[in-house]
T-cell receptor, first 111, second 114 residues
Framework: QQQVKQSPQSLIVQKGGISIINCAYENTAFDYFPWYQQFPGKGPALLIAIRPDVSEKKEGRFTISFNKSAKQFSLHIMDSQPGDSATYFCAARSGNTPLVFGKGTRLSVIA | DGGITQSPKYLFRKEGQNVTLSCEQNLNHDAMYWYRQDPGQGLRLIYYSQIVNDFQKGDIAEGYSVSREKKESFPLTVTSAQKNPTAFYLC?????????????FGPGTRLTVL
């Protein structure tokens, strides 16, 4: 049973555009929602994270929007650049339990 | 230079052989994890350890074994019982800091069975 559903599987965005990746979860006990960025052949790097007591968190060009009632959260990448081309994973956890990951979104930013 | 190191970066194994992947961290993190990554499958949890001398099975533990004798080390053995071991293996560690619960990954080991 997949506890975190991520969409789309792949995404192509024009340079300067907005990239949007969505995740939905079922477990209402989840209290921590990070996003990871992974380049080919490298380990995932923590990009940004949010807790359910806030609806939005912004760090530079990256923003997480969180909708607790809908059990959804999304990553927005503003002014997308070719260097943002990577695979992005959403995840969630409850307390000290292991992170549960979405299956990933491969983002390609084209000039 | 703090972080998580995994060795080797590339590993080749003949069928029927056991192989051990190394993971070391100097972040003083209590919890450590092993994930397997296959194309289109995302990250799947193999084993995790919240404290020294204790570990739990993840979603795909069959054919793998681990030990946690030291806080900084969490080696993974891929045994001959693992039917399809070719994959990218990722080690991670985490600590709860002011309720933030951040988890960090190592650079990975790519295992290929010949």
């Amino acid at each position: 049973q997949q506890q975190v559903k991520q969409s789309p599987q792949s995404l192509i965005v024009q340079k300067g555009g907005i990239s949007i990746i969505n995740c939905a979860y079922e477990n209402t006990a989840f209290d921590y929602f990070p996003w990871y960025q992974q380049f080919p052949g490298k380990g995932p790097a923590l990009l940004i994270a949010i807790r359910p007591d806030v609806s939005e968190k912004k760090e530079g060009r990256f923003t997480i929007s969180f909708n607790k009632s809908a059990k959804q959260f999304s990553l927005h990448i503003m002014d997308s650049q070719p260097g943002d081309s990577a695979t992005y994973f959403c995840a969630a956890r409850s307390g000290n339990t292991p992170l549960v990951f979405g299956k990933g979104t491969r983002l390609s930013v084209i000039a | 230079d703090g972080g998580i190191t995994q060795s080797p970066k590339y590993l080749f194994r003949k069928e029927g052989q056991n192989v051990t992947l190394s993971c070391e961290q100097n972040l003083n993190h209590d919890a450590m994890y092993w994930y397997r990554q296959d194309p289109g499958q995302g990250l799947r949890l193999i084993y995790y350890s919240q404290i020294v001398n204790d570990f739990q099975k993840g979603d795909i533990a069959e054919g793998y074994s681990v030990s946690r004798e030291k806080k900084e080390s969490f080696p993974l053995t891929v045994t001959s019982a693992q039917k399809n071991p070719t994959a990218f293996y990722l080690c991670a560690s985490s600590i709860r800091v002011a309720g933030r619960n951040e988890q960090f990954f190592g650079p990975g080991t790519r295992l290929t069975v010949l």
